[in-house]
């Protein structure tokens, strides 16, 4: 077989291998029937909750003993909060990007062919070379470093998001149970106002109380019937919010279990614990993330000063003459030098220093606002279940026993009634911000449910 032949035959045999190790593009045409049905069956799927709930070491929620715990809530909202699967998808375009950065640039083919207008016996002139570029800089090497940060940066980014739906869900989850508690407390209310009410029409009948004493027990009444059903309809409004939190279909009954957890024991000897440290905030480690990012980015501006090397074979037939050779190229970082790009990645870096600094000092702050929100609200707490609650237990007491031993004082009882209600609503919002005020400092001080982000992987 001649140059002449040989040659075309090469190129074509190397076109099909590489048009063989190409990706076909495959369409994904959006289809959101088929995912309003998972969505309605997410729930359900305890496969898919499972794994997830083991890759952040909790156990898998089931709508069981009386519906979904908080605990079990936020491990459904991490798994299925709309927010945070997008984020998580978005992270995942930087892993893709990482998991394939660093890859040698692909060789170049080039061909030319001309023909001597000429009268001649081999008219025709053509040409091949194969161009290689050998990053003699280093550079691949930095890319993938710079591919990598970035990933940890979109990762911990992602991160933040969680703690901070952990923190949201925790605080909404608080304020839906104190309300729901206050409904309650209402309905009570209202049960013993029905009783007093009843007393004080037998008394009216006898003439021992006036009718207007009496509709000021009616007004009452009604007064606290319109509050318990504005109650219970911001109770209602409040659960939707926490299930479109969680990720599931609104409309689909789910069972949730309120509640008012509340440590023991906090206030007077936390004071001398010390301050805890704001380095693993998780705004100050993305901070750091990003710093790093900042950090591979002027890593890789200044390699681009340096050049590559370029290299091939080249063969060429000049009316029937064959030559072979080898091509060179070099750039010279004589007068550009990548100055430019240097000199704004340098100026990030120190603008992303300054964010590390700047978050540091706002999580200080914030951990010791928590801190001290959760004293006093430990304090308001037992200060009324300690001094109030007992004054007024002690005025409903007398005021029954004044009613045993004949002599009757309905609105004396009415107002210890009154005063008994008002102290519970009370008791039941300082349990509630005392609960919200210790929950989210656990939250700031231990960052649970926080999924690992994947090993680095080289290529």
Known sequence: MTARTCLPTA??????????????????????????????????????????????????????????????????????????RHARLEAGVELATAENAGLWDDPELSFNLMRNVDTGTDPWIYGASLGFTVPLSGRLGVERDQAWADYQSAWHAVAVAEWELVRALTRDWVAWSATLAQAEAQGRYLTDLDALISTADALVEQGELSPAEVRLLRIEQVQRAVTMAELEREAARQRRALIAMMGLRPGTVYALTPGLPVPEGEGDTEGDAPEPSAQTHPRVLAAVAAYEQAEQALR???????????????????????????????????????????????AARDAAHARVELAYQQAAAELHEARMRRRSAATLRRAVAEELLPLTTQQIDEARRLIELGEVDVLLLSQAVVAAADTELMMIRLRAEHAAAALDYERLTHTRWTARPEARTEN
């Open 11 to 84: 190129i074509t045999a190397l076109a099909v291998s590489l048009l063989a190790g190409c990706i076909s593009y495959e369409p994904a045409p959006i289809d959101l029937d088929t995912f309003d049905h998972d969505w309605q069956s997410r729930m359900s799927d305890t496969e898919a909750l499972g794994i997830f709930a083991e890759g952040i070491g909790e156990p898998v929620p089931a709508e069981q003993n009386g519906g979904l715990s908080l605990d079990e809530a936020i491990v459904v909202a991490l798994y299925g909060n709309p927010e945070l």
């Open 300 to 346: 890789r501006e200044v390699v681009k000063q340096y050049p590559d090397l370029s290299i091939g074979p080249a063969f060429e037939n000049d009316e029937g003459q064959s030559r072979i050779g080898l091509g060179l190229g070099l750039p010279l970082p004589f007068w550009n030098a990548n100055r430019q790009g240097i000199a704004q990645a340098a």
